[in-house]
């Protein structure tokens, strides 16, 4: 379905929009922009008409389903890609990876409303609830090196940092490399996985998981005091299609740069949002040793350095950093 008239009811809401004014660039009569309207509430958009002022949209139905989500995405390589919406699914990314194995462009997506194998970052499992988490994978092609490449996990974190703050939530940070926190708990993951060949990068999935409306007490156990939801840290219900179009627009916005070799815009909001920098941290290596030093700064890899008790730098491209302090 054509969304001009909704695109021009949204960039105006809550105003009025004049029927000749929605008629004028789309150049259709009376009749189609009035059909097209009651198209959009059956769909579950709520959109007033008024004879003398026009229509003007209320409010958007709260879905994750491509036909609703491809036209907030419009603009962004978001908009180009494969869609896929699944209600169930084992791991989003294993179904990112499928499409990216087929050739399909970049921006392509997957989204589901629960995952029964959802994968964290060290082989953990990854909670979520249906309904209430955003829960999506997306296929970038980066035109980078492998050791540029490195900088990808970053840039997610970055992303939604700022789509964070742009929505209004305040207390965002970033703990090394890519989780998002709220007031110090952590709000959303990244699972950022890569194939490499000889040429360069082949694709980089990046699966994003994010609890939205989360109710505090529904988390287990072991991640009550860790973990929180945008609702539990704000008080309030959010609308999982606002958050995820902000989101993407925001990862869409920092590809741009990044992918033609300019660092700067990702570390800029990175070193923003970052919390890690001097404070104490126990570090566990990608190799499994562990020691506990002072975090110091992310070099343009986004490797993070530590300094030991003893005085020695590390330089860390992988591995898992708590924050001695909060045991976060
Ligand atoms: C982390 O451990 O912080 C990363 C969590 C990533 C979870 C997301 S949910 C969507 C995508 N599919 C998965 O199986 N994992 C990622």
């Known amino acids: 379905m054509k969304t001009d008239v ?16 929605l008629r004028e660039p789309t150049g259709v009569s009376r009749a189609a922009i009035s059909k097209q309207i009651k198209r959009w509430v059956a769909l579950g958009y709520e959109i007033e008409s008024s004879p003398r002022k026009g229509y003007r949209l209320k409010s958007e139905p709260d879905s994750l389903e491509a036909e609703f989500m491809k036209s907030r995405l419009e603009g962004t390589r978001f908009a180009k890609g494969e869609y896929v919406y699944t209600q169930v699914t084992g791991s989003t990314n294993d179904d990112v990876r499928e499409l990216a194995r087929r050739g399909a462009p970049e921006g392509s997506l997957v989204v589901a409303e629960v995952q029964e194998r959802g994968r964290g970052r060290h082989g953990r499992a990854w909670f979520n609830r249906a309904g209430d988490s955003l829960l999506v994978s997306l296929l970038l092609r980066p035109p980078l090196t492998p050791r540029q490449g490195t900088l990808i996990p970053l840039l997610a974190a970055a992303g939604i940092y700022s789509a964070l703050e742009s929505l209004g939530v ?25 194939s490499v060949d000889m040429d360069g990068i082949e ?18 156990g072991e991640l009550q005091g860790k973990a929180c939801s945008l609702a539990s840290a704000t008080g309030r219900r959010w609308s999982r299609s606002e958050v995820m179009e902000a989101v993407l ?16 815009p990702v570390m800029e909001v990175w070193r923003r949002g970052a919390v890690t920098p001097g404070k104490r941290v126990h570090v566990t290596r990608g190799d499994g040793k562990v020691f506990d030093g002072v975090a110091e700064d992310v070099n343009e890899d986004g490797a993070l350095r530590v300094r030991d008790a003893e005085g020695t730098a590390h330089v860390l491209h992988s591995g898992e950093v708590t924050l001695s302090a909060d045991g976060l």
Not at 8 to 21: F, K, T, Y
Not at 171 to 191: A, F, S
């Open 6 to 21: 909704l695109d021009m009811l949204r960039a105006a809401s809550p105003e009025w929009v004049s029927g000749e004014v």
């Open 170 to 194: 305040e207390g965002c940070g970033i703990k090394w490399p890519n989780d998002v926190l709220v007031d110090g708990r952590k709000v959303c993951g990244v699972l950022c996985e890569m």
């Open 203 to 220: 694709f980089a999935l990046l699966g994003i998981g994010m609890n939205v409306n989360t109710p505090g007490g529904a988390f287990p």
């Open 249 to 264: 627009r925001e990862i869409d916005r920092l590809a741009i740069p990044t992918w033609s070799g300019e660092m700067g």
